[in-house]
């Protein structure tokens, strides 16, 4: 863990926060819980003297420097949620407002100890990208992650749908029409060309692309099929 940070550099990271989740498309109203940190003009003003961020006649953007910055925030809070929202569990509104708490704490190094565990996930569980660490690069592993993308797993495995982050509800509510829903447990029939899964007695043919935002966690104690 980070040593406390002080109110000012919490703020600072809030800001920069504030700025990379503009460039993703948010509105106002979806910033609003970050901006009750009572982020000012003041605050924006430090990044731009630091060299994160310039202005201009559109307002306030990121610089090289302040994105990667930036970046880092945005991957510690996204990895928090996970780590808050799906293995801890708790009350929807606690967890994430832990998750915000705990971004500001994390170091590199924790961020990629619980990305690893994790299985390195592209997605936070509300969708949203997660920037991309070394060890992502890298692709390091534990022995047994506890949560891979649905592709990663092998042929004849069960895994438990645990999250889908699939950024679109027509998606979703096809796949749920199908029982494919968080919770669900799937066994992996076939993963070329299509990727086919079995579950509650039927098979589903799932395109790779929509598959890797299906997050599940490895079931051990069920039985194997051979790889076909």
Same mark, same amino acid.
């Given at each position: 863990?980070?040593? %406390?940070?002080?109110?000012?550099?919490?703020?600072?990271?809030?800001?920069?926060?504030?700025?990379?989740?503009?460039?993703?498309?948010?509105?106002?109203?979806?910033?609003?819980?970050?901006? =009750?940190?009572?982020?000012?003009?003041?605050? !924006?003003?430090?990044?731009?003297?630091?060299?994160?961020?310039?202005?201009? /006649?559109?307002?306030?953007?990121?610089?090289?420097?302040? $994105?990667?910055?930036?970046?880092?925030?945005? $991957? $510690?809070?996204?990895?928090?949620?996970?780590?808050?929202?799906?293995?801890?569990?708790?009350? @929807?509104?606690?967890?994430?407002? /832990?998750?915000?708490?705990?971004?500001?704490?994390? %170091?590199?190094?924790?961020?990629?100890?619980?990305?690893?565990?994790?299985?390195?996930? @592209? !997605?936070?569980?509300?969708?949203?990208?997660?920037?991309?660490?070394?060890?992502?690069? &890298?692709?390091?592993?534990?022995?047994?992650?506890? !949560? +891979?993308?649905?592709?990663?797993? @092998? +042929?004849?495995?069960?895994? =438990?749908?645990? /999250?889908? %982050?699939?950024g679109g509800h027509r998606v979703s509510r096809v796949l749920a /029409? !199908?029982?494919?829903?968080?919770?669900?447990?799937?066994?992996?029939?076939?993963?070329?060309?299509?990727?086919?899964? &079995?579950?509650?007695?039927?098979?589903?043919?799932?395109?790779?692309? +929509?598959?890797?935002?299906?997050?599940?966690?490895?079931?051990?104690?069920?039985?194997?099929?051979?790889?076909?």
């Amino acid at each position: 863990m980070k040593a %406390t940070l002080s109110q000012n550099e919490v703020r600072l990271e809030e800001a920069l926060k504030v700025l990379w989740l503009r460039e993703e498309g948010w509105n106002e109203e979806e910033l609003g819980p970050i901006l =009750k940190h009572r982020i000012t003009e003041k605050d !924006f003003e430090e990044l731009v003297a630091r060299g994160w961020a310039r202005r201009d /006649s559109q307002g306030w953007e990121l610089t090289d420097s302040g $994105r990667h910055l930036a970046a880092d925030v945005i $991957r $510690r809070m996204r990895l928090a949620e996970w780590l808050f929202t799906e293995i801890l569990r708790g009350p @929807q509104g606690t967890m994430e407002e /832990s998750a915000c708490q705990m971004e500001h704490i994390l %170091t590199q190094e924790a961020a990629t100890e619980i990305c690893t565990l994790l299985g390195h996930p @592209q !997605f936070c569980p509300h969708g949203k990208p997660i920037p991309k660490g070394k060890c992502c690069a &890298e692709k390091r592993m534990v022995p047994s992650p506890l !949560f +891979v993308p649905l592709p990663h797993m @092998q +042929v004849g495995t069960w895994g =438990k749908v645990i /999250s889908m %982050t699939l950024g679109g509800h027509r998606v979703s509510r096809v796949l749920a /029409s !199908f029982g494919l829903i968080p919770g669900t447990e799937v066994r992996i029939l076939r993963k070329h060309p299509a990727l086919i899964i &079995e579950l509650d007695g039927t098979t589903l043919a799932l395109d790779h692309e +929509v598959a890797e935002r299906i997050y599940v966690k490895p079931l051990q104690h069920k039985s194997t099929l051979p790889k076909v």
